[in-house]
């Protein structure tokens, strides 16, 4: 059922872009509540299996063309992102958060398993250095430590030949990853109109790493439809969280400044409301932005380069109230809204323009903004302070009327050593607080513990939330400590652990709730610090190690000396077991070798019978300290 | 081994066995000494910001203009909601919070100490660094009420006027909390405790709720107080108040970037332990130095900071004192420019010394500095530890020993031939003789005194409020008893012997010794000021009976005013003795503070059992066996034999 499901979601995808020209584009702006816009950019560039094989590239980049190949990459899905998904004000995540990563850098792709493990591994390090070198990120240092194989995950979203046999999955994260302009720039070179013209033109470093949340996208997969020949299609998103207020500050004066005092809006019916005193109003009502306010540039001329894209650039997701303009080369036309949909408004960018541009005015919406909630909430937290233990604190929250189900994938880095008997997951109903929390059993658990120094920590949970309720997952983990040499420069940061990934499974069809969704959806926490103990690499802390062993070893010898009390060898009494140690080994060798030597008894009889002894002799040691040197000599000084 | 021969000759000569007094003294008197010395020049340093990322004071502040009109307007409006009910009140913070644009929880607490239920709710918004990845936080906290129970109308006015200015930069590495909490101590306490745990257990004292919204590891706190009414005060300077809980500091450096922000950029003069008027002498640094390590040693909180130090989040108070030209305006930019600075931290706060004595808001003693002094008068006590268990392990010979008096003072020592082989020798006769030690009565009288030690503590931790005097009385009575009642029972009962005295008192000091110089790690100031108090300790021999020998120094006097000088001598001896007794020195701290008895303890429990300060712990559980066991020397008359 689920399987089929799956087999069928690229399909749906597919149909959306359906008769597909080999390059298409589009731009999806929707305002959020507070003040914020969301804009998601989509590349689609495809070329026949046939072509791909023959190296022959016309849309399809070339330069990731040959990397796939190389390295037998048969589905590729690499993520950079950065900030926060606001999912408590913004509804759920753009795409199902289907095209979205985990801070940093997040890859995953699915290999040609041919050749055994050493092989895919060896094709899994191609892949990631040669992506390193393309998109100027630290992917080179995805190594085994790094690389999970999560079984429940993902699915392969493309149509694989032999039904998706023969090939392997590998994930890789890098959440101390910063994603930055040198990231933005390899990812556009890879477009046909490389930023140049089209809505791509809008993608600005400044703007698009100024925004409160982030993710670019490379999904790189075979589609087939009927009676066609089989394709590979890269799809390249950018999905962006704007500030409308910050990102329409004037790019020579970015500084919130305060406002000069006749410019603020104040609430006026507060009782100490004066000219001097001023409690801010407020904001209410759309603000007013236009693209080239808030991307400091309206879209230069347009990316039509492939046949038969008839599809429109631009929709805009507003309320039917709300005006917008359109500003295309000069003339000026109101965006009316567009055939089915009453919110979504269309444009196709007009080939001979050489500027477009839409302004929507500030305006007040009695009509609430339809938003959808997300299926969860989930939030991650490491408990514990200290320099030895931690625990792992994760929380999801059911908002909706119906049970779910879901994975929840965490890929452990191998210094953070999880106990999984401590492991444990406990719902309760959010309505009421006095229930008591019930333990929740997880349908299935993939766990491989992580090895020291070679592979990390993977833990998969197929778990199901019941509805309208919280589930905590917590554990208790050690923190190891790390060789000096393996402690990066900013040892004293702590080390970042990777975001949990947690896939809503879609609900049985058999279900009868009304708005349910038939795909699933995946969502991610936020990255982890994890403070590890760490020495001091700083010079008195050598001092203070060395200081203190000298005065240990001095002070230690000395109190020995002076407490303990030495007596002859002759007047220590020997040991019964000792004596009966002695006597048996003199036995043995009488026997056993005939040796007529002398018997050594004070050496064999202190080693078998326990009895302290010094260097020249027995010296029994009473009522002293028996630790320090107790090399002193057996002589009786007096 | 030649060193070892030769330290072994050396140990049955009569100076070394008459040196460990003098030695101790002189530990003490250097120790005492060390801490006078530590405000020259030579001996303290300049402070310095030691982590290069910080750059205080480097950035432009624009936090002014209008912002104050906004500021004046919170300030009325935090007035107003002072106005208002508990739960009205947490209602208006929220949305003042929420209207700001953060996001906001609520978590309320209960505390149960000495038998009275401490309620309140903190109130906290979450503002997202805007292009932070969640992994790091830091705390701007304004307090209710501030550590002296007023209002903090303008710190939480400011306070909510740089959240809201905050709110719009999108240049924060790490999310900010605004944190205000209803006291001062209560609910930061619950509220740090709570944000680094999944549910805080519920015990019979402390009933904290969980969070519902956390941020990432918390970098650093800076709380601001300012309790000025709704129509404002300026001030002169900020008092910096850095003392944690149990003494623990926060890093120097987030120290030194306040001083270097607020009085280089600002040009607003920083105290340090509310010294308005430090003239950099000799002096005032000894003041400072002293209040800061009195304030240390107390180890209770000082203000809203201290409860987030033992969780290893640097945190310091920024008060407002004195009255002069400064206004909230500068206030907030140095808050501003501090938080810039905390905001370029790439490391959790390392660099500088985590270990340190001020003495002026520029200059400190660092650890290596300081440290001899209280381990000198920790080692006092091992000295005479040690000497103690030396003496025990000789018995004076029959002939040797002396009753009734040193007659002549030319006495020859007796001489015996010695004969190892063929080599004949006159040596001087052994005066002692090896004796085996018996250990069982000292160590259980050790560890029964101990063990003892957990009633005073219990007593003066948990019991109600009203009976805490009280419990002190029956405490000061019982101690002061003690030593001499336990001392006749030994002697009469248990026939304890002069060696096993000697033992006893060796364990304890021993104890004592290790006890303080462990917490002078830890904190420096208790473990000197309990090894001064202690100090006279290692001086306690048994009083002589009255058919004991007197020195002969006293000669012809001594002999005929014996009587007279024996009982001078022990009662000089009680008076010194009982004076340094904790219970003692406790009173005489309130009559020296002038604060009531019963206020000083209902600190203590506080402290004991909400924030885990062990101060209370260090006197009864680890100076007062030590009393008890000196006393009991001191009162048994030297034991049999």
Redesign the interface.
């Known amino acids: 059922m689920k399987l089929a499901q799956l087999l069928a979601l690229p399909a749906t995808l597919i149909s959306a872009v359906l008769a597909i020209p080999e390059y298409s584009e589009h731009l999806h702006l929707r305002p959020l509540p ?1 003040g914020y816009l969301y804009a998601g950019f989509n590349f689609t560039a495809s070329t026949s299996l046939s072509a791909y094989e023959s190296q022959h590239f016309r849309y399809f980049p070339r330069s990731l063309g040959q990397i796939l190949k190389h390295s037998g990459t048969r589905e590729l899905h690499l993520r950079f992102a ?3 998904w ?1 999912d ?1 004000s913004w509804g759920s995540r753009p795409r199902d958060g289907k095209r979205e990563g985990g ?2 850098v997040e890859i995953w792709a699915w290999l040609d398993s041919g050749g055994g493990k050493p092989a895919v591994e060896e094709r899994w390090s191609s892949l990631v250095n040669s992506l390193s070198g393309l998109f100027c990120a630290s992917l080179n240092f995805i190594d085994g430590t790094k690389t999970t194989r999560p079984v429940l995950s993902f699915e392969p979203e493309g149509m694989h030949r032999g039904g998706g046999g023969g090939m392997e999955l590998l994930h890789g994260t890098l959440p101390h990853e910063v994603v930055c302009t040198e990231n933005l720039t390899p990812f556009l070179k890879l477009l046909p109109c490389k930023g140049k013209a089209g809505i791509s033109s809008l993608l600005d470093g400044h703007k698009v ?4 949340w982030q993710t670019m996208s490379i999904d790189v997969r075979p589609v087939c439809h009927v009676g066609e020949e089989c394709r590979l299609e890269i799809q390249q998103t950018v999905d962006i969280v704007l ?1 409308i ?2 990102s329409m500050r004037p790019r020579n004066d970015p ?7 006749e ?2 809006e ?1 609430d006026e019916s ?4 004066a000219s ?5 109003r ?1 904001k209410e009502g759309e603000m007013a932005w236009s693209l080239s306010k808030i991307f400091g540039t309206p879209v230069r001329g347009s990316c039509h380069v492939a046949d038969g894209d008839e599809s429109h650039d631009i929709s805009l997701e507003v309320s039917r109230d709300r005006a917008v303009e359109v500003l295309q080369g000069g003339s000026n036309e109101t965006l009316v809204s567009h055939g089915q949909s009453q919110h979504v408004r269309a444009i196709r960018l007009s080939d001979t323009a050489k500027h477009t541009d839409i302004s929507l005015p500030q305006q007040i919406i009695q009509e609430a903004p339809h938003q959808e909630q997300p299926p969860l909430y989930a ?1 991650r ?6 320099q030895e233990r931690g ?1 792992m ?1 994760t929380v999801l929250h059911n908002p909706h009327t119906y049970p779910q189900r879901i994975v929840y994938l965490e890929s452990l880095p191998w210094f953070l050593r999880p106990y999984m008997h401590t492991l444990k997951v406990l719902s309760h109903p959010t309505t009421s607080h006095n229930q008591p929390a019930t333990p929740v059993k997880p349908d299935k658990m993939f766990y491989t513990p992580a090895l020291d120094r070679e592979r990390g920590t993977h833990l998969e949970l197929l778990l199901t939330i019941p509805a309208q309720s919280t589930v ?1 997952l ?1 554990y208790d983990f050690d923190k190891a400590i790390l060789r000096y040499t393996e402690y990066p420069p ?5 080390f ?1 652990v990777a975001p949990a990934i947690i896939r809503v499974l879609p609900p049985n069809s058999n279900s009868t709730a009304g708005n349910e969704k038939t795909q699933d959806s995946y969502l991610r926490t ?4 994890l ?1 590890l103990p ?1 020495p ?1 690499f700083s010079m ?1 802390y050598n001092v203070i190690i060395l200081t203190s062993t000298v005065i240990a070893l001095g002070f230690g ?3 020995n ?3 303990r ?2 007596v002859l060898a002759e007047e220590v009494p020997r040991s019964a077991v000792a004596v009966r140690v002695a006597w048996v080994v003199g036995k043995v060798r009488g026997v056993v070798g005939g040796l007529k030597g002398r018997m050594r008894v004070g050496g064999e009889g202190g080693g078998g019978g326990g009895t302290v002894v010094g260097f020249g002799g027995a010296a029994d040691v009473r ?1 002293g300290m028996n630790g320090g040197s107790g090399g ?2 057996g002589r009786k ?2 | ?1 030649a060193l ?2 030769r ?3 050396l ?1 049955n000569s009569p100076v070394l066995l008459k040196l460990p007094p003098y030695l101790s003294a002189l530990c003490i008197v250097i120790g005492i000494a060390w801490l006078f010395i530590l405000p020259l020049n030579e001996y303290s340093r300049q402070t310095y910001v030691s982590e290069n990322a910080i750059l205080p004071g480097q950035v432009h502040t ?9 500021f ?3 300030r ?2 935090v007035y ?1 909601i002072s106005q208002v009910s508990e739960t009205d009140r947490l209602a208006a913070l929220e949305n003042v919070l929420r ?1 700001i ?1 953060l ?1 906001v929880a609520a978590q309320p607490y209960r505390f149960t100490v000495a038998g009275e239920d401490v309620e309140g709710a903190n109130v906290y918004g979450l503002l ?1 660094g ?7 936080a830091m705390v701007l906290m304004a307090a209710w009420r501030n550590f002296e129970g007023e209002i903090n109308y303008s710190g939480l006015a400011l306070a909510l006027t740089l959240a ?2 905050f709110k ?3 240049i924060w590495s790490k999310d900010i909390i605004l944190l205000i909490p209803a006291d001062s101590t209560y609910g930061p306490e619950a509220w740090v405790s709570a944000y ?4 805080p257990d519920i015990t019979a004292t402390r009933n904290v709720s969980s969070l519902p919204i ?1 941020a ?2 918390l970098q650093a706190a800076v709380a601001l107080d300012y309790p000025v009414g709704p129509w404002g005060h300026r001030f002169d300077k900020l008092d910096i108040l850095y003392d944690g809980i149990n003494g623990a500091l926060p890093n120097l450096d987030l120290l030194n970037t306040a001083v270097a922000v607020a009085s280089g950029q600002m040009g607003i003069g920083c105290s340090i332990h509310s010294m308005l008027s430090h003239s950099d002498s000799y002096r005032d640094r000894l003041t400072t130095l002293a209040k800061g390590v009195v304030t240390q040693s107390a180890g209770q909180a000082t203000g809203p900071h201290s409860a987030f130090v033992p ?2 989040v640097d945190a310091i108070t920024l008060k407002t004192v004195g009255d002069a030209w400064h206004d909230e305006m500068s206030l907030g930019r140095t808050t501003e420019s501090l938080f810039r600075s905390i905001n370029n931290l ?3 706060l ?1 660099q500088s010394f985590f270990f340190y004595i001020l003495l002026n808001a520029n200059r400190f003693a660092s650890i ?1 500095n300081y440290l001899p002094a209280a381990m000198l008068l920790a080692g006092s006590f091992t000295v005479t530890a ?1 000497a103690l ?2 003496q025990s ?1 000789q018995v004076a010979v029959q002939s040797a020993t002396k009753i009734g008096g040193t007659e002549t003072r030319d006495v020859q020592p007796e001489l015996e031939v ?1 004969k190892i082989g063929d080599a004949v020798a006159l040596v001087p006769a052994a005066t002692t003789k ?1 004796a ?2 018996e250990m069982l009565l000292p160590a259980a009288v050790v560890l029964a005194v101990h063990l003892a030690s957990f009633l005073p503590l219990y007593s003066l931790n948990s019991l109600h409020r009203q009976y805490l005097p009280t419990a002190l009385q029956a405490t000061t009575a019982t101690s002061l008893l003690l030593p001499a009642l336990t001392s006749t029972a030994l002697t009469r009962r248990f026939k304890i012997s002069k060696q096993q005295i000697q033992i006893m008192q060796s364990f304890s000091l021993l104890l004592l010794g290790t006890s303080l110089a462990r917490l002078a790690t830890l904190n420096f100031s208790l473990a000197f000021v309990v090894g001064v108090l202690a100090s006279p300790l290692s001086f306690v021999r048994p009083l002589p009976g009255p058919t004991a020998a007197l020195p002969t120094v006293l000669g012809k006097v001594g002999r005929e005013y014996r009587y007279g000088l024996q009982v001078t001598i022990g009662l000089a001896a009680t008076v010194l003795y009982t004076a340094t007794s904790p219970p003692v020195v406790l009173y005489a701290l309130c009559w020296y503070f002038s604060q009531d008895v019963g206020g000083l303890l209902l600190e203590m429990a506080k402290g004991w059992s909400v924030q885990g300060v062990y101060t209370s712990f260090v006197i009864w559980a680890v100076w007062w066996p030590a009393w008890v066991v000196g006393g009991i020397a001191l009162f048994s008359g030297g034991g049999q034999r």
């Open positions: 507070n950065l900030g926060r606001d408590e801070t940093g790493f100024d925004a409160n500030d207020e910050r500084i919130p400044r305060p406002r000069p005092v410019e603020l104040c507060k009782s100490y409301h001097d005193t001023c409690y801010p407020r939030s937290q490491i408990t514990g302070f200290g625990g604190h905590e917590t900013d040892a004293n940061r702590g970042d936020t990255s982890l610090l403070p760490t001091d008195p010898s000395i109190f000396l002076l407490v009390r030495f009522g002193a000599e000084e007096r | 081994m070892s021969a330290l072994l000759t140990r624009y936090f002014g203009g209008s912002e104050h009109n906004v004046r307007a919170y009325q409006e107003q209207e644009g996001k997202r805007p292009r932070a990845d969640a992994t790091e809201r200015y719009r930069w999108s680094h745990s999944t549910a956390k990432g590891a969780y290893h790439l490391e959790h390392h290596g040690l268990w030396v392990g010695a090896p085996e030690r």
